[in-house]
Structure formats: structure tokens, C-alpha cells
């Protein structure tokens, strides 16, 4: 059961990986500027505790894919804020992330300038930005779905893999118990034991002495029943 885990924590690891880096690609390629390596890091946690839970039980592609495409805008609003480096910084504003209009509110952004940074963000989700993010969910999608998939028919193999030796001394055995068994039955059946040493056998009497042994139970038949 350990062991089942591990091999399912690692796929899912790997797997987790590939949907971060490609997700990343695709951001960069509608936002001209490729996230910072912290974007990376930030997003593989939670894309690999989603991606454990949805490989938890088999589904079907269409699920998948759905699912990460929505994941996929949860990427895109990581990566810009990791890229912006929180409200108020107006330095470093990657191509495609329109920086946020700085409000001051008591010297700083506050919760307000937060807010407009978000708007900014959600301003930044051009047609070219969605349809990468959601090229990107395609891709994991399908690689998460054909990787389950794969991981199921290795398990399968392993397991076969693992009865094998089982299977074949159990076929050993059964043919040894079948072999014993035919043999046994194509031995001639035992003769009876001799009689014991203490009591022979009397000799059969001469064919002339017979007569005297007959005994003779003629007579007149019995009475019919009414």
C-alpha cells in the first residue's frame, strides 16, 4: 500500500511539474514576459494537491480538461501578482499586466490599491491571454487523463509481473499431484494376504468324494397357498 502511494505521489509530482511549466510558457507567450522563477515555485503546492485529489478516482477526459482549465485561471492571477510583486510596486510590470493605477489611500495602495490591482489583473486576460491559458489547460488536461491511464495498465502489468512466479509453482504443483495421481492409478490393484502361517488352508476333497458332502433335499412340494 506504501508503495502504491509513492509511485502515485511521484506520477502526480511529475505531472504537476509539466502543467506549471507549460502554463508558464503559455503566459509568456501572450504576455511577452516570461514569470519570475518565485511564479514556479508559488504554483506547483496547489497544482499538485488539485491534481492529487482529480487523479484520486478515474475519470473521464472531459472532467479533466474542464478542471484544468479552471485551474488555469488561477495561474494566470498567481502569476501576475508574483510578477507585479504585490500592489503598490509599480516597477517590473511585465509586458501584458497593465500596472495599477496607484490611489493614494494614507501614503500607500492599501486594501483599496490591492483591489485596483486585481482589477488590473483581471484587465490583463486578453483573448490571446485566455485562449494560451486555456490552450495550456487542453494540453494538461489530456496529459494528466493519458497519464492516469497509463499508470493504471503499469500497475496492472506489475501486478501480473508479481503473480507470475506464484502462478507458475501453483501450475507446478498441480501438474506433480496430477502425474502422482496417474501413476498411482495405472499400478496393478494388491493381491489378498496370504493366510496366516497358524491356520492353513485345507486342500479341496477328490471329485469321488464329493457325493458323501451332498446333501439331498427331495421331497414332495410344499402346500399351495389358497
Excluded at 515555485?41 to 491534481?51: E, K, M, Q, R, W
Excluded at 504585490?86 to 516597477?91: H, K, L, Q, R
Excluded at 492409478?185 to 496366516?196: E, I, N, R, V, W
Amino acid at each position: 500500500m506504501a508503495a502504491g502511494y509513492a509511485l502515485r505521489l511521484a506520477h502526480t509530482a511529475v505531472l504537476a511539474a509539466v502543467c506549471v511549466v507549460v502554463s508558464g510558457l503559455g503566459h509568456a507567450l501572450a504576455a511577452g514576459v516570461s514569470p519570475s522563477p518565485q511564479g514556479y515555485v508559488f504554483a506547483l503546492p496547489p497544482v499538485l494537491a488539485a491534481s492529487w485529489r482529480l487523479t484520486r478516482a478515474r475519470r473521464s477526459a472531459g472532467v479533466v480538461v474542464v478542471a484544468c482549465a479552471a485551474q488555469q485561471l488561477a495561474l494566470h492571477v498567481l502569476f501576475g501578482l508574483v510578477a507585479h510583486g504585490g500592489p503598490g510596486d509599480a516597477a517590473g510590470h511585465p509586458a501584458g499586466h497593465a500596472p495599477a493605477q496607484e490611489v493614494p489611500l494614507g501614503g500607500d495602495g492599501g486594501l483599496f490599491g490591492y483591489g485596483v490591482h486585481l482589477d488590473a489583473l483581471a484587465a490583463s486576460l486578453t483573448s490571446g491571454m485566455a485562449g494560451a491559458h486555456l490552450l495550456a489547460g487542453a494540453v494538461c488536461g489530456w496529459w494528466i487523463w493519458r497519464g492516469e491511464q497509463a499508470l493504471v495498465q503499469l500497475g496492472r502489468a506489475l501486478a501480473l509481473f508479481a503473480d507470475g512466479p506464484v502462478h507458475s509453482v501453483r501450475t507446478a504443483l498441480i501438474r506433480t499431484a496430477l502425474i502422482d495421481a496417474v501413476l498411482r492409478g495405472t499400478h496393478a490393484p494388491p493381491t489378498a494376504p496370504p493366510p496366516p502361517a497358524g491356520h492353513p488352508e485345507p486342500a479341496p476333497l477328490p471329485a469321488f468324494l464329493l457325493p458323501l458332502r451332498t446333501v439331498s433335499w427331495r421331497g414332495p412340494p410344499g402346500r399351495l397357498p389358497a
